[in-house]
DNA sequence: TGACAGCATTAACCTATGTTAAAAATGACG
DNA sequence: CGTCATTTTTAACATAGGTTAATGCTGTCA
């Protein structure tokens, strides 16, 4: 874990109280975060003020906006605290050009980005072929612990529903 | 493009007719696919035989099941040619394996993998975000070419709705 | 301990999409 | 040109989930 050490070595640690965001979307952000403490939620914001949660990022986990980070262009969701957290930070293009210079941080890199595709892949395939209480049953199955942990707002708001319709989700 | 005269000259064309199977869910399929010519659609089947596609995948595409080729897991989408195509077929962990001996083709690689990383992030945030008339919008505007292509059964199939519902949305 | 804030539940009503089935349109082919 | 298969539209009804608002629960802190 070559990979590991240099960002532990090279990378800036934050601290991040509850309900402040990392970043916020629209802004630029050339930076990706290991996750060493707490639990974050990464979110979108429509047009209209609703909010939904792309994903929950839990520590040993990395995130950050590729897609900001690799094109320049601003993040298209946020990443806020839901508990205390410690992060590291470290510049995305710095870990690219290093990758261009090891074959084995290529390696992990690669790595990384394939078990980014994998999950992914796991979501897209629930939000097609799911219901929403399937999708619940799944994510209660899937990490019981990361459930007891969030509020029935960041869950429905994860699942694409509503928190009423959780709430009469649960009680069937 | 070393990577892709590597394929070019060690992959295997594929002459793959209209209806026609390339993998199959359920099944390993450890090869990637580089599309010269034709369309394609990977789509999942649930156990209650409905069928959602998961994207449709035009020539220069690459496709593959990364989870099966990687995993050595059967795959969870079936690739179906929806008009006469040529492929041309590779071994992933052959491509891996390359990657790990020469930078270039590592970097490619990487690539490869980020500009997937996005397209499946803008559907996650369309499938997410939107309602099925606006992804629809969101389709013909995007790719109208496509969209002429496609039967409406498919096209719906890929909004994640049902034929008629598509009709409805269409008249309005 | 009492007051308040934040979260969860319930209810009533509304809208989007699903389901089934029939009718209409389109397109391929003899 | 007419026939048949396939695709698309329409209609009627069912269901999941959205919206709003009222009610109830829980935990914090002065």
Redesign the pocket.
Do not use: W
């Given at each position: 874990m070559e990979l590991q050490s240099y960002i532990a070595q090279n990378g800036t640690t934050l601290n991040i109280e509850k309900g402040q965001q990392v970043f916020t979307q629209g802004e630029l952000c050339e930076h990706v975060y290991l996750v060493k403490t707490g639990l974050l939620k990464a979110f979108y914001l429509t047009e209209s003020g609703?909010e939904t949660i792309k994903s929950f990022i839990q520590s040993g986990a990395i995130i950050g906006s590729l897609n900001a980070a690799h094109c320049q262009v601003p993040s298209t969701f946020s990443l806020e605290a839901l508990e205390q957290c410690r992060l590291v930070q470290i510049s995305f293009s710095e870990l690219l050009s290093l990758s261009k210079e090891s074959i084995s941080i290529s390696q992990e890199f690669i790595q990384i980005l394939l078990s980014l595709s994998l999950k992914k892949e796991r979501r897209e395939f629930e939000l097609l072929t799911l219901?929403?209480?399937q999708r619940f049953d799944n994510l209660r199955n899937t990490d019981p612990e990361l459930v007891k942990k969030l509020?029935?707002?960041d869950i429905?708001k994860y699942l694409?529903?509503?928190?009423?319709?959780?709430?009469?989700?649960?009680?069937q």
């Amino acid at each position: 874990m070559e990979l590991q050490s240099y960002i532990a070595q090279n990378g800036t640690t934050l601290n991040i109280e509850k309900g402040q965001q990392v970043f916020t979307q629209g802004e630029l952000c050339e930076h990706v975060y290991l996750v060493k403490t707490g639990l974050l939620k990464a979110f979108y914001l429509t047009e209209s003020g609703k909010e939904t949660i792309k994903s929950f990022i839990q520590s040993g986990a990395i995130i950050g906006s590729l897609n900001a980070a690799h094109c320049q262009v601003p993040s298209t969701f946020s990443l806020e605290a839901l508990e205390q957290c410690r992060l590291v930070q470290i510049s995305f293009s710095e870990l690219l050009s290093l990758s261009k210079e090891s074959i084995s941080i290529s390696q992990e890199f690669i790595q990384i980005l394939l078990s980014l595709s994998l999950k992914k892949e796991r979501r897209e395939f629930e939000l097609l072929t799911l219901s929403a209480s399937q999708r619940f049953d799944n994510l209660r199955n899937t990490d019981p612990e990361l459930v007891k942990k969030l509020t029935q707002n960041d869950i429905a708001k994860y699942l694409g529903i509503t928190p009423v319709a959780l709430s009469r989700i649960k009680h069937q």
